[in-house]
């Protein structure tokens, strides 16, 4: 199905069951323990063996020697596979390093070698017997010190890395009110709670793999080409995964090195990797230093916006593109971003839950702040000032949907933002100092093809097969609400199968495009199998209405499950996007709220309420948005006020690797937290009318927290994490 007109009347808008908060259909299978995750396939590889990764202890050099000699003689020890005898691997197109090194070592904790054995206790204590010599040089892993020898990477996933707009330079120079500052945001981890894990099985030539992994179709192709084997010699299996955040986009070494390490023992091997080689194995968010210079007319509209931005990476990586939501939040003619890319020997920086926006706007919604303050405007009404209907980069360029200053207006109205004390460091609550914050949040709404199979059987149930997954975000529910709606079945009549290579290619869950993609195409497949039931009941297909499990037309109204007296009726097709996205720019906003105490003796901080407003075109089951927004929140208090990555800067390293060193909130850390969704839906973006909710509640929720901190103590800090260490000398005086 080809969508390149904007969407009219369809059978989505009966909004039966979809837009209906309903129970996500997995959550029992997860609340009794009988979801099968990767590691606990026990129902489809009896009796497997275990692997144990080894990591490399140093970050850059090579392996002069490696002996297995005491390893191998091990009790329960089946195999161990090194780049020595693992044969010519290949590097899939996701990863920079390979995942498994040697004798080049590319970073800390790359995989060198996978122990097989009996047990995992087995595995584990043979692999601490295997004995390497390294040859160590010289790294770099201060992205402030390699600062000045970043480059301008290639355009990526998110254009061009530098942009420019009228005289940017002038107008600044000109502007009779001014902010240029530099902001910090450090290493982050995804930490979610399952780790990287896989079962492998070779039959023959062919490969299967339970793994928990975010994009199917992406990390079949990995597979294979690092194995060079054809495509369809490998199956993937993740049909549920306990958290990826952008962590699980791609195949990682648990993967390969399990299937390595089955074909070496010829059976069956599951690895896991344990919490540090997570945290140094696998991917990170990649710190940033990010310079803001904003330039104001005295009535507040901004005259000039300028965002430089510094990451670093492994060679052949990306950058953190931290400066790109600046180009569409706020209006001012004269304009300049630029990205530059240093070179690190640090594991690999990737994608983490909103990347580019989630940093960008901890430091630019800082700014914003910063330029209200020095103008004596709210800070609401700032940003409600500088909105913009079109793309500021290409006026003729509007959003197809922009309902930016509803949410600030809303989110105000509800917070109490009235009552908010303009001056900082002055509402006490006993001893604790109060402050509110607010930011504004900008997602991209990315569309990509997704495809589906639908099948209509004899008892009148409908199965929908697709390679989509379902990374704790509800794509189950989601998926049997658009088949139910189609269809004009109860929810309990769909079937819905994710996360097997074999089925249909999906858009795979990343980048809040899943939601929005995955039921698109589900709606495409079923609309072809609302015409197939048509024609074998001699309707015509335009005029049939697919309601309470039967088909109506006319006068005339028989039982769904009649059209398949003969036989089983399968459908399947894509949805393909035309030029709506490049016509239109195609986004998602909100605004945050944050309340804050900060302890005016110790400087401890304690969040106290929370608000999001959310403007993301349909919402198609605001139960589970909800939930995604709620997460989404937590995990931007995390990042702003403890989620730091320390690195070694003599060893190349993440210290903190595990979840004992690594802080992230818990339920304590935020008490209340509300959301509101605007009712709104956007024809231009799919026949859902939906765009994504997931990664939006993350945007500018860091700096709406340290805008409250600062509203409540005075004090502005620009380098995150903001501990108490940071405010602690400069704390006002208290009575």
Known sequence: MKFDTPATTNPIDQLKIVGKPRDRIDGPLKTTGTAPYAYERHDAVPDPAYGHVVGAAIAKGRIASIDLSHAKAAPGVLAIVTADNAGKLGKGDYNPAKLLGGPAIDHYHQAIAVVVAETFEQARAAAQLIRVDYVSAEGAFDLAAAKDSAVTPKPGVGGPPDTAFGDFAGAFAAAPVQLDATYTTPDQGHAMMEPHASIAAWDGDKLTIWTSNQMIDWGTGDVAKTLGIPKEKVRLISPFIGGGFGGKLFVRSDALLAALGARAARRPVKVALPRPLIFNNTTHRPATIQRIRIGAARDGRITAIGHEGWSGNLPGGEPETAVNQTRLLYAGANRMTTTKLAALDLPEGNAMRAPGEAPGLMALEIAIDEMAEKLGLDPVEFRILNDTQVDPEKPERPFSQRNLVECLRTGAARFGWSKRTPQPGKTQDGRWLVGMGVAAALRNNLVTTSAARVRLDSRGDVTVETDMTDIGTGSYTIIAQTAAEMMGVPLDKVVVRLGDSTFPVSCGSGG????????????????????????????????????????????????????????????????????????????????????????????????????????????????????????????????????????????????????????????????????????????????????????????????????????????????????????LARLPEVA
């Open 512 to 727: 809040q495009w899943g939601g929005n993609n995955s039921t698109a195409g589900v709606y495409a497949a079923c609309l072809k199998l609302r015409e197939a039931v048509a024609q074998r009941l001699g309707y015509n297909s335009a005029e049939a209405v697919f309601a309470d499990s039967h088909v109506h037309a006319g006068n005339r109204s028989v039982p769904l499950a009649q059209a398949v007296t003969e036989g089983d009726i399968v459908a399947e097709d894509a949805i393909e996007y035309g030029d709506l996205d490049k016509t239109h720019q195609q986004s998602t906003f909100g605004a945050h709220f944050v309340e804050v105490g900060v302890d005016s003796a110790t400087a401890e901080i304690r969040v106290r309420r929370m608000l999001a407003v959310c403007a993301a075109g349909r919402i198609l089951n605001p139960k589970t948005a909800r939930s995604q927004v709620i997460g989404a929140m937590t995990m931007g208090v995390g990042a702003a006020l403890m989620e730091e990555l320390a690195v070694d800067k003599r060893i190349g390293f993440f210290v903190n690797h595990d979840l004992a060193g690594y802080e992230v909130p818990v339920h304590a850390d935020v008490p209340h937290q509300e959301v509101v969704f605007l009712d709104e839906t956007d024809p231009m973006s799919s026949p859902m009318k939906a765009k994504g909710v997931g990664e939006l509640g993350i945007c500018g929720v860091g700096a709406a927290v340290a805008n409250a901190i600062h509203n409540a103590t005075g004090v502005r800090v620009r380098d995150y994490p903001i501990t108490l260490d940071k405010l």
